[in-house]
């Protein structure tokens, strides 16, 4: 009998190389799962002693995601501190992948499941989300255990059969901390960042008010960046002075090292070189020591510690070092990416690993000098339980590991570093009297590079001084006192701050990367030269804003313990009910108590940020109150009426204008106008723009609403749109003349008509027989009309018509064409039928508008 057995492994590139590697009979074949990201590998082998028929698939990433209930995410009807109680739901993380169907029906059939997710936290979670869609669909069998746990580090053909042939069971405990983690920082950060965002919206024309969010990761990885700030901004110079003497030898005059270091009054340094200097200007030498040092090899790697070479060494950001550690693993570089070990366990095969690198034209000789002289014992560092350290797997040139070659190259250097010897030097220490006074001079000579030799950025120099004879008599040069200031400490670099976080257990090993990119694409840092951090206003306003309320909310202390009580749950040694109702529960006070004192934060931002008012121009009448609405030009642009003191959002690009003093016939406000240099400029009410009318709010990218009276009179449709996919209409903008053209409602098509040779156009109430485009009613300009016989009107459809075809232009060919004929009909344009008789499109707008505009607009 053959048994069927289910494989899944995290991404579909491990699903492939997984199946290559255990496939021993021929190779194996492929075909299309219910996914569209996911293919199914499929192999005949053997399992446990058992004929068995393989089938290889994968996920991609979470099956699922953590949210609240549909009625908990309106922001408007739920305050915050109710999330705290509230019950959370897992959703398809991406519904399109089809990930959930695509499990149960590969499970049909199949006796065992084995899983390949990667071997951290958030893999052992992932296998249980798996394991819901797989278990119920798997023939059952009486007291046989079905599920099975792969551990690999590598993606090695080697390394993937010895995990084949080492299979264990999945971790509850370390899929239920990852629950825990989830669930409290969805609830902690969904609070406060609802509650402050829309606390401060609109209140300050410098402040992006759109989303303020709180993280309990990312909060205190800002207050790092911010404590380093008011460091830097309190710190108070101060002067000392050195003695500053310079003898003569052999031609070279060099610097001694006053052995009293400094002083910090200047009369007392003025004492000194007056001492010096009324003896004999004559330094004897006293002592000469010397020392044999050495420089250790480096550890061996773990994320925290390539994620700072990276920055330091080669200037890539932690992000992006992440992703290219982890594209290098998938593709079979490297080892996993994500460890905090940084020590090789015992049975570890360094030599084996070397090996794979002698054949490297760059450093292959160095690893077979190795091999020949035998592999330095690697330093001892801390044994985590999870991954062993970074490694790479085989050798690979520049055009051949393609885009990550840099990070790929430190690996492999700092890699046969751990195993080489250390650098060692001689130290040689000269001490000399000078009138009373002690000086040194110092000088180092490499006798062994060691790791130095291939590790570029650890090679040290030599410090070269000439001979010395103990009572030797040196001349000295000059006699000075030096002045100098204390310096504050620099801002934080990206890899100052990973240590920082590591230091006090914010965040994993494999999220640490995304707490850091997240306050910087969020405006609370900027990245300067060096890759150093400077917080801008809004993180310094926040940090300082929440220690005004409670300091504890941005300090590590208390993620510290969070991660702690999440790895007791990983563990086994907490149960994680007990975890999140401790937890929930305290922050549920503290956020109480925020929500009670965040007017200390507005005073803050008072004197830090302008006001709305000051802040903008008055523009248009507000159709409420009939006083002026003033305009934020500066983003978020939005319109504010301080007599009604409410805001309205506004288009993000272009200039705001009036738009020729009319009113918007629904609620009376005074029309503007967003004029774009290039591209569409169009007309708007900022009280429709902010809360349509019609029912839906606008469509992402969408400029206009089609049914609203003031596109249907200065904005009339013309015909579907002709871009690829999009669902928009053209619209004539009667605003154009003399260059006349058509806009899409939704993309950014454009049409230009006729060049300059139109004097006027205007949409017919008819509508085109072949496409159901509206018709175009043109008269041209006497002396430029393309019409036989000095005609100037003519009235066609602008698809259809050769003429009007051949003088109509569009962003995307020279000579505009219909791309697909008959996309118009049905959308309310006649279906194709002329409609003659029927009112014009201006007619029938000024009538909708007094309809609206008498049954009134909900608001």
């Known amino acids: 009998m053959v048994i069927s057995v289910l494989m899944v492994a995290e991404k579909p590139s491990i699903a492939q190389t997984l199946s290559d590697a255990l496939c021993t009979r021929g190779h194996p074949t492929s075909r299309k799962g219910i996914s569209p990201a996911c293919s199914v590998y499929e192999y005949e082998g053997d399992f446990y002693g058992q004929k068995a028929w393989f089938k290889v698939t994968s996920c991609a990433g979470h099956v699922y995601s953590i949210d609240f209930p549909p009625e908990f995410n309106v922001w408007d009807r739920v305050p915050p501190v109710t999330l705290y109680g509230a019950k959370t739901v897992k959703n398809e993380a991406n519904p ?6 695509h499990f149960q029906k590969e499970a049909k059939g199949c006796s065992y499941l084995v899983l390949w997710l990667d071997c951290d936290r958030e893999g052992e979670n992932i296998c249980f989300e798996v394991m ?6 798997l023939t059952p069998l009486q007291g046989e255990q079905q599920v099975w746990r792969a551990k690999f580090s590598s993606l090695a053909p080697v390394d993937l059969r010895k995990a084949m042939a080492t299979l264990g069971s999945p971790n509850k405990d370390e899929a239920l901390s990852v629950d825990a983690r989830q669930e409290m920082d969805l609830k902690l950060g969904c609070s406060f960042t609802r509650f402050q965002t829309k606390f401060f919206q609109g209140k300050y024309g410098d402040l992006d008010t759109n989303l303020i969010s709180y993280g309990p990761c990312q909060t205190p990885t800002l207050w790092f960046c911010v404590r380093r700030h008011d460091e830097i901004t309190g710190f108070q110079a101060e002067s000392y002075y050195t003695l500053d003497v310079t003898i003569s030898k052999i031609g070279r005059e060099l610097h001694l090292e006053w052995q009293r270091g400094q002083v910090f009054d200047q009369p007392i340094a003025t004492t000194f070189r007056d001492i010096v200097q009324e003896g004999k200007q004559v330094a004897k030498v006293t002592d000469i020591s010397q020392k044999e040092d050495r420089l250790p090899r480096p550890q061996a790697l773990n994320t925290v510690a390539m994620l700072k070479m990276a920055s330091t060494r080669l200037g890539i950001g932690p992000q992006q070092a992440m992703h290219m550690a982890e594209a290098l693993y998938l593709r079979g570089w490297m080892t996993y990416p994500r460890t905090e070990t940084n020590t090789y366990p015992a049975n570890f095969d360094l030599r084996g690993t070397v090996q794979a690198q002698t054949q490297h034209p760059m450093w292959g000789q160095y690893a077979q000098e190795l091999m020949r002289t035998g592999l330095a014992r690697a330093r001892e560092g801390v044994d985590m339980g999870d991954h062993p350290p970074i490694t790479p797997v085989r050798a690979g040139t520049e055009s051949q590991v393609g885009e990550g070659w840099r990070l790929f190259d430190m690996i492999t250097r700092h890699f046969l570093a751990t195993v080489s010897g250390d650098c060692k030097f001689l130290k040689t220490k000269v001490r000399l009297e000078f009138n009373g006074e002690e000086f040194s001079l110092s000088g180092r000579k490499v006798t062994d590079p060691g790791f130095t030799r291939i590790q570029m950025s650890g090679e040290m120099d030599d410090v070269t001084i000439p001979d010395f004879q103990i009572g030797e008599a040196v001349p000295v040069k000059s006699v000075g006192i030096g002045s100098h200031k204390t310096r504050p400490p620099p801002y934080l670099s990206e890899s100052d701050l990973l240590t920082l976080m590591e230091k006090h257990g914010i965040g994993t090993d494999a999220s640490m990367a995304t707490h850091i990119n997240n306050i910087c694409e969020r405006n609370y840092v900027t990245l300067c030269d060096g890759r150093r951090l400077i917080p801008t206003k809004l993180g310094i306003g926040l940090v300082h804003g929440f220690q005004l309320v409670d300091n504890e909310l941005v300090i590590p202390k208390i993620r510290g313990n969070i991660e702690g009580m999440c790895t007791l749950v990983a563990g086994g040694k907490a149960q994680v009910e007990s975890v999140l109702h401790h937890v929930l529960k305290i922050f549920r006070e503290k956020f109480l108590y925020f929500e009670s004192n965040v007017g200390l934060i507005d005073q803050l931002f008072e004197s830090t940020f302008t006001t709305l008012e000051a802040a903008g121009r008055p523009l248009s009448r507000c159709g409420l109150c009939n006083k002026y609405l003033y305009v934020v030009d500066r983003k978020p642009v939005r319109m504010f009426c301080k007599n009604c003191d409410r805001v309205y959002k506004m288009p993000q690009n272009g200039q705001i ?21 290039v591209g569409k400029s169009y007309p708007l009410c900022p009280m429709c723009y902010d809360d349509p009318p019609f029912g839906a709010k606008n469509a992402t990218g969408k400029h206009w609403e089609l049914e ?12 579907a749109c002709i871009g690829e996919n999009c669902p928009g209409t053209l619209c004539l903008d009667v605003d154009s003349a003399p260059k006349w053209q058509i806009d899409c409602n939704v993309c950014m098509q454009q049409l230009q008509l006729f060049t300059d040779k139109a004097h006027k156009i205007k949409v017919s109430a008819d509508f085109c027989e072949e496409c159901g485009s509206r018709l175009l009613a043109v008269i041209f300009n006497k002396a430029k009309s393309p019409l036989d016989n000095g005609e100037t009107e003519r009235t066609a459809c602008l698809a259809c018509d050769p003429l009007f075809n051949a003088h109509t232009t569009s962003g995307t060919s020279k000579g505009f064409f219909r791309r697909n004929p008959g996309k118009g009909k049905g959308k309310g344009k006649g279906k194709g039928k002329k409609g003659k008789g029927k009112p014009s499109a201006e007619d029938l707008a000024e009538e909708r508008g007094r309809q609206l505009a008498a049954a009134g607009k909900k608001r």
């Open 708 to 719: 609203h009276p003031i596109y249907q009179k200065y904005r009339p449709q013309v015909m």
């Open 96 to 101: 399109k992948l089809r990930m959930p169907a």
């Open 657 to 677: 204008k009036l738009y020729k003093e009319l009113r918007c016939p629904l609620d009376n406000f005074e029309l503007c106008f967003v004029a774009n240099k």
């Open 132 to 137: 819901d869609n797989v278990v119920p669909n």
